[in-house]
């Protein structure tokens, strides 16, 4: 009988994996480097040898369902993961079928965000919901776009990469994309930090964060400072919010979603960004919209969260 | 036999209906004021009095399937119409079930841009395609999105409000919304006039819109000004479709649409709108969606449009 699958999250740095059951449980999971694989088949040769071991503690390759795999640039309809700018391994990679070829047992892949989504849709914040979107923000700025309880993937699979929209056009420049004034380059961990930076550097307010060598000023930096009472650093927070709110505004407008819900390590600054992201969301939108749509944040345990994401592919 | 469905598109000013065969062919229509009737009711009495002759002439009642409606603001979920601005009826109308009871044939109601989608899709441009976004480009600018083959509606219905997503911060004020620096604002007949208006009083440079009234000066006096050479009615279709672009490529980053089917008033002005709206959409999109999405401009015969639209709810 086949009572579980498997969940894998590759990420730039490291991948997670495990083996999960129906109820959304996690059993057994464990993560490995992506990074020192500049290969993709010895990052699958290992992947195989971890994976292997806790399938045989669960009864063998006969009790698991599949895999799902959650990578950045993973594409639901080809299996590949193309042009991924975080991942050793360019071009177009055929993951899916090299997995498959390993495993011997069916694979579904899609991109990282997606996978989040699916996960909240039936373990998180988003279960029973038919209409939401999930927008992570971490490094980057992610999304997965539910419609009628389904996925949106469009004509190529790329959907949802709400992360690149524009919100301030001729804005600031996203180093990896080239493109000006996205929700990324202001509402992501990088952002954060760039925004700090600039106040910084464009006055002279006092702050703590003029303790810390400009360059390395992390988000982590500023969230700290903001805690402790910083008037920069909430600033950063506030700003962070308004540009959020406006993109997450355009984003109700177009799929009116029941909520948005908003994952990763800026959503640790709880209030200090909620609080101006709704303001913003809400002053952005016309009537038909206003006071209708929630902002959540998901409350799945973030290491548990990702494996799961990836392994609901294989329950839809 | 139910060989026939009714189509009727409800605007501000007029209402066109019209009795459309399977494959696409308008056999009758014809067109009422609806702005003379402050009443609801009265509206809808000479409605049934207009399509019952011409249902007569196609063999009665019994070979119609239903009526399918296109209205601001409508609401398929509920079958309202809620707080059109530009409709003589206020509140929420539970339009659908009224002219059910009149017509005693099953009613489908939606907003006119998603009725426009439909019949792009069933008839039109989007002929064949699942994943498109059709953008009404007229006095305002609508929209109806459709992935994997369907409507997206959001939660309450009301999904596709693409002419209200802010697309220059704190821009140009939209009188009838009262939020500022929406798509509308700038991509809409309205948007165009006031586009140049601010360009004649900003400045002293020559063109032939002097010679019109500043404050009577209409979307087609800037398109004929345009087609004669005339450098400021130009650039106001430069920037119009500058602004236009920008929009797109942020829908594009939404749902990763095959095509983006165009129609309405603007889009008569060509590739003196549409140059600059595909130059700008390109260059905001990063580089998985490049190249890749057609601009499309809708070739249903503009007075079939509306009612084919419609009446394609009924063969959904």
């Known amino acids: 009988m086949e009572s579980y699958v498997v969940g894998v999250d590759i990420g730039g740095t490291g991948t ?13 999971s464990s993560e490995m480097s992506t990074k020192k694989h500049l290969q993709v088949h010895t990052f699958i040769d290992e992947l195989y040898e971890h994976l292997s071991e806790m399938i045989e503690k669960v009864g063998g390759f006969g009790r698991i369902k599949g895999i799902g795999i ?9 299996g590949t ?3 991924a700018p975080n991942l050793p391994w360019k071009g177009v990679i055929p993951f899916a079928k090299m997995v498959q070829d390993k495993f011997k047992i069916p694979v579904k ?7 989040a989504a699916v996960g909240e849709m039936m373990y998180g914040a988003a279960k029973g919901m038919k209409d939401f979107i999930m927008i992570t923000l971490g490094t980057g700025v992610g999304s997965g776009i539910v419609a009628s309880g389904q996925l949106i993937y469009g004509h190529d699979g790329f959907a949802g990469e709400l992360g690149h929209t524009v919100i301030i056009p001729d804005g600031r420049l996203h180093h990896g994309t080239g493109k000006k004034g ?12 760039q925004s700090a930076r600039e106040i910084l550097s464009e006055s002279d307010r006092p702050s703590t964060l003029r303790t810390i060598e400009i360059d390395s000023i992390t988000s982590k930096d500023v969230f700290e400072a903001a805690v402790k009472g910083d008037e920069v650093a909430k600033e950063v927070f506030e700003f962070t919010g308004k540009i959020l709110g406006m993109s997450l505004a355009n984003f109700v407008m177009f799929s009116s979603p029941e909520a948005i819900i908003l994952f990763g390590g800026l959503t640790k600054a709880g209030d200090m ?11 952005n939108l016309i009537e038909i919209f206003q006071n209708k749509v929630k902002i959540l944040i998901s409350h799945l345990k973030e290491s548990d969260a990702a494996i799961l994401g990836a392994s609901a592919l294989m329950w839809e």
Do not use: C, Q
């Open 16 to 28: 997670k994996f495990g083996i999960v059951d129906k109820d959304g449980n996690v059993l057994f």
């Open 109 to 115: 892949l899609t991109n990282d965000a997606n996978a």
């Open 182 to 193: 996205s929700l990324e380059s202001y509402a992501s961990a990088t952002g954060v930090a």
């Open 273 to 283: 960004i909620l609080k101006p992201t709704r303001e913003h969301m809400e002053a």
């Open 81 to 83: 993961i193309e042009y």
């Open 70 to 78: 959650g990578a950045p640039n993973g594409n639901i309809y080809t």
